[in-house]
């Protein structure tokens, strides 16, 4: 009974962890991810990185890795495709969606068509993320909150109004492309929580959530890491009792009291114009 | 160079995809102008504006700014584009706006300073717009935030101004407080200013130049039918410049 309750001690508080490490990556990322109008791209990233964790397992070596090396190089080829060819934007974003899948389930199929916990990457499974994997996301973390402390000042021009940041000499384009590193970077982070399916979500509800209560960017981060940590735990709560997937759950949660935000900030302000006019 | 010139364009060619977008431009800025370019859209204004801030390389003639090239003048330049450039839910207030305008004197990497914030409540104090500086952007009217744009680009003490369009997002109430505060900028810059808005223009600036692929520049405001006709290739209203301002109206 001790055992059995230091076991349920131990994989929670793993779960906790993860739950927290996942929140401040998309809680800051997700803010640049919002305001610069990135989503799909960042989703495309997201996605890409499905080829990394087929190769992963191709190779036998770890999908969180592969994930990793596939959500950079996508980031890169993205940011580079869209700033040095004529090729759109959501042209790009759609092809690279697209191939980086592809590749992932042609990688998969190789690997003697047997993938143990692939659905957990595909879905998130919080409950059975290894400490080794922690120690990686605290690890991705750290440099997630050193990049955007001291790059603080260019992400806001260059989210604000790039053409100035130009004008002012600011090197637009390598902060874009690192900036799009970061996304996935939080990617990778992400996967062991809600998945890579899902991540989309956790890099937007948060951070779209705390612009409704905030003008201040620093304060809708803060914000936003704070939600994100709500959604989880609540999620992960709520998961646990109703026995359901805990990553889908969570979305579901957040996506639920977003739009409910959504609404409630929507009738406080036609209750307001009603009453000054 | 005499020391005189802010700009100096001679024989610039520039053309996307082999369609000529300014051809044979030699224009020339001195010190305390205010010059007003009108044209058509399409005929090259942000073009001539991309030059001038070196964002865009000529395929032939040279360009200076300060008597160096432009990208090398930019921290001297104070750029105000065009009104509908950026999300107005952006989450910034209109201190952290004016404040981005010091990047170029910071550079990468240095986060701002005290000096910074001083100078940014300089310029909003500049514009009358220091008692909304905690304000997010995009609560503001349009003149105010015309204003706040304005003050980003005065806070690098630039000496040289560029407007994009300025007026376009400007009720033509706020219009005559918006001369009159370039027209007092006028005393320590330069100041081009682009615009489609023919009547707006004229009466306020020193000099007009019309652009349409080629520039028709008399180095005065005295505008010619001729002129304005070969801009904008029809016949087109002159406005008058007397104690009571009117409109000419060509026979037609």
């Not at chain 1, 959501?90 to 003697?112: R, Y």
Request: charged share 15%.
């Amino acid at each position: 009974m001790i055992m059995f309750e230091a076991f349920q001690f131990e994989f929670m508080r793993n779960a906790m962890m993860a739950g927290l490490l996942g929140s401040v990556a998309c809680g800051i990322v997700g803010v640049y991810v919002v305001v610069k109008k990135i989503v799909s791209m960042s989703g495309s990233i997201a996605h890409a990185s499905f080829g990394g964790i087929g190769l992963g397992y191709l190779l036998n070596f770890s999908p969180v890795l592969g994930a990793m090396f596939f959500s950079l190089l996508s980031a890169l080829t993205m940011g580079l495709v869209t700033r040095k060819t004529k090729l759109p934007e959501d042209t790009a974003t759609g092809i690279l969606w697209a191939l980086g899948m592809a590749l992932g389930v042609i990688f998969i199929g190789l690997s003697a068509g047997y993938a143990p916990d692939l659905m957990s990457y595909l879905f998130g499974n919080i409950l059975t993320v290894p400490v080794s994997d922690l120690y990686l996301m605290a690890a991705l973390d750290l440099i997630i909150v050193a990049l955007a402390v001291a790059f603080y000042k260019e992400f806001l021009l260059l989210s604000f109004d790039e053409e100035f940041g130009t004008v002012v000499g600011m090197p637009v384009n390598g902060l874009y492309l690192l900036l799009l590193c970061m996304v996935a970077l939080t990617v990778v982070v992400l996967i062991r929580v809600v998945g890579m399916i899902l991540v989309i979500a956790m890099l937007t509800f948060p951070a779209a959530m705390a612009r409704q209560f905030t003008h201040d960017i620093k304060k809708m981060m803060v914000l936003a890491v704070v939600f994100g940590m709500l959604f989880t735990f609540g999620g992960l709560w709520i998961s646990y009792m109703l026995n359901l997937a805990s990553g889908a759950t969570i979305i579901l949660l957040s996506g639920v009291v977003l739009l409910l935000t959504y609404v409630a900030v929507g009738l406080r302000k036609r209750t307001k114009v009603r009453f000054t006019r | 160079m005499t020391g005189k010139d802010i700009v100096r364009l001679e024989n610039v060619w520039v053309s996307y995809n082999g369609t000529p977008a300014l051809e044979g431009i030699n224009l020339m800025v001195g010190e305390h102008d205010f010059l007003g370019i009108i044209g058509p859209n399409g005929g090259g204004k942000s073009t001539l504006l991309k030059v001038i801030l070196g964002l865009l390389a000529p395929q032939r003639g040279t360009v200076t700014v300060l008597g160096n090239p432009p990208d090398r003048s930019r921290s001297r330049i104070g750029y105000v584009p065009q009104h509908s450039n950026y999300d107005h839910d952006f989450p910034v207030s209109v201190m952290g706006v004016v404040t981005m305008g010091r990047y170029g004197k910071r550079g990468i990497l240095k986060p701002y300073g005290k000096s910074d914030r001083e100078a940014a409540e300089k310029a909003l104090a500049r514009v009358g717009m220091l008692s909304h500086a905690g304000t997010q952007i995009g609560q503001l009217s349009g003149g105010q935030q015309q204003r706040t744009f304005i003050a980003r680009a005065l806070v690098s003490d630039p000496a040289l101004l560029l407007l994009d369009e300025p007026t376009a997002s400007v009720d033509s109430a706020m219009q005559t407080d918006f001369y009159e505060l370039l027209e007092d900028l006028k005393q320590e810059m330069a100041i081009i200013m682009v615009s489609h808005d023919i009547g707006a223009v004229s009466v306020f600036v020193d000099k007009i130049a019309c652009l349409n692929v080629q520039l028709y520049y008399h180095g005065s405001r005295e505008i010619t039918p001729e002129i304005l006709e070969a801009t904008y290739k029809c016949p087109v209203q002159l406005i008058a410049h007397g104690d009571i301002p009117h409109r000419v109206l060509r026979e037609h």
